[in-house]
């Protein structure tokens, strides 16, 4: 399947009920006109996330101009070497 001159592929997850709940949120939340939408958002700011990572920086939530907490994200702290780079 093609649109707008990019090739596209049906992919297809199994998640558990909870996950489902937290995707319809999110959905309406975000007033998202389907599910994919919030899946292709989500993606989008993983890999902006682990890009950051790459490079040393930590993900932050920032409140009143202070770090109210770093955001662990599992599995995303491989794409950084211990000294900090990015690794191949």
Same mark, same amino acid.
Not at 80 to 88: A, H, M, N, V, Y
């Given at each position: %399947? !093609?649109?707008?001159? %990019? =090739? !596209?592929? +049906?992919?297809?997850?199994?998640?558990?009920?909870?996950?489902? @709940? @937290?995707?319809?949120? &999110? !959905?309406?939340?975000?007033?998202?006109?389907?599910?994919?939408?919030? &899946? @292709?958002?989500? &993606?989008?700011?993983?890999?902006?996330?682990?890009? +950051? %990572?790459? @490079?040393?920086?930590?993900?932050?939530?920032?409140?009143?101009?202070?770090? =109210?907490?770093?955001?662990?994200?599992?599995? =995303?702290? &491989? =794409? +950084? *070497?211990? *000294?900090?780079? !990015?690794?191949?």
């Amino acid at each position: %399947m !093609k649109t707008d001159g %990019m =090739a !596209k592929r +049906r992919v297809q997850f199994i998640f558990p009920d909870q996950t489902i @709940k @937290k995707l319809d949120r &999110l !959905k309406r939340l975000m007033g998202a006109a389907s599910r994919t939408e919030v &899946l @292709k958002v989500a &993606l989008e700011l993983l890999y902006w996330a682990v890009a +950051r %990572m790459e @490079k040393g920086e930590e993900i932050a939530a920032v409140r009143n101009d202070k770090i =109210a907490e770093t955001i662990a994200i599992p599995g =995303a702290d &491989l =794409a +950084r *070497s211990p *000294s900090g780079e !990015k690794r191949q």
